[in-house]
């Protein structure tokens, strides 16, 4: 089995590969980034979010059921070379292949649903442009690092126990991408929580003190 194999595809592939297409085209155009930073597209990146994520988890603890109890490689932070052995072991000849469909269907939704929604809540409630610099590269960090990932992980499941050349590679540099996967997941949601906790004290602060200004002119009449 390699990754020719047509059967390894879906429909999900299709609408995970326009879905990233379209991720790219708000990252990186002017266009794109006026319509990522309009507030009316929230209700839409949040219920796609809601739409895409929950199905995905739904299949990670059906893939973990399958390997025994042992937890998928992205199912889970901080996994070492040794967890991918046990996992592809684990999961059988079948499982892999399992997996390795999930990986390259419904598991492409996942990656551009939660890039297009931080990205989209990011960019529709900071105005600093240093801050909105640093959200587009932290973005765009962890969403290729989950599409290498996503791409290399079928490619090692499908040949396993083929362990040598090229895929001992892929042993090494597997738990790396979901390093910077993860990491970018947290750095992201800090960055966007403390750019509200910002803009939530400068609207206080603004507001408390036209409400002052307006007693003291008040008082002087």
Same mark, same amino acid.
Request: include cysteine; hydrophobic fraction near 50%.
């Given at each position: 089995?390699?990754?020719?194999? /047509? ?5 999900? @592939? ?31 990146? @949040? ?13 990670? =603890? ?9 937890? @998928?490689?992205?199912?889970?932070? /901080? ?13 059988? *000849? ?7 469909? !999930?990986?390259?269907?419904? =598991? ?7 890039? /297009? !929604? ?24 962890? !969403? ?20 040598? /050349? ?8 597997? *738990? ?38 307006? @007693? ?6």
């Amino acid at each position: 089995m390699n990754l020719l194999d /047509g059967d390894l595809y879906s429909l999900h @592939t299709v609408v995970g590969l326009f879905w990233s297409i379209a991720i790219v085209y708000l990252l990186y155009t002017a266009r794109g980034v006026a319509i990522s930073s309009s507030k009316w597209l929230l209700p839409v990146t @949040t219920g796609l979010v809601y739409l895409s994520i929950p199905a995905v988890a739904a299949q990670v =603890d059906a893939l973990t059921v399958l390997a025994g109890g042992v937890q @998928t490689l992205d199912g889970h932070i /901080g996994y070492g070379s040794a967890h991918i052995t046990e996992f592809a072991e684990a999961l059988g *000849p079948d499982g892999r292949w399992q997996y390795a469909y !999930f990986q390259l269907g419904l =598991d492409t939704l996942a990656p551009p649903a939660f890039a /297009g !929604f931080v990205l989209n809540v990011g960019r529709a409630t900071i105005s600093y442009p240093m801050i909105r610099r640093l959200l587009t590269v932290l973005v765009s960090i962890y !969403f290729f690092s989950v599409l290498i990932a996503n791409a290399l992980m079928p490619v090692y499941m499908l040949a396993y126990p083929n362990e040598g /050349g090229v895929y001992s590679l892929l042993y090494a540099v597997l *738990p790396v991408l979901d390093g910077v996967k993860y990491g970018c997941h947290g750095v992201l949601w800090l960055l966007v929580f403390g750019a509200w906790l910002y803009w939530c004290s400068q609207f206080l602060y603004t507001r408390l003190s036209n409400q002052k200004t307006a @007693t003291i002119e008040g008082g002087t009449e």
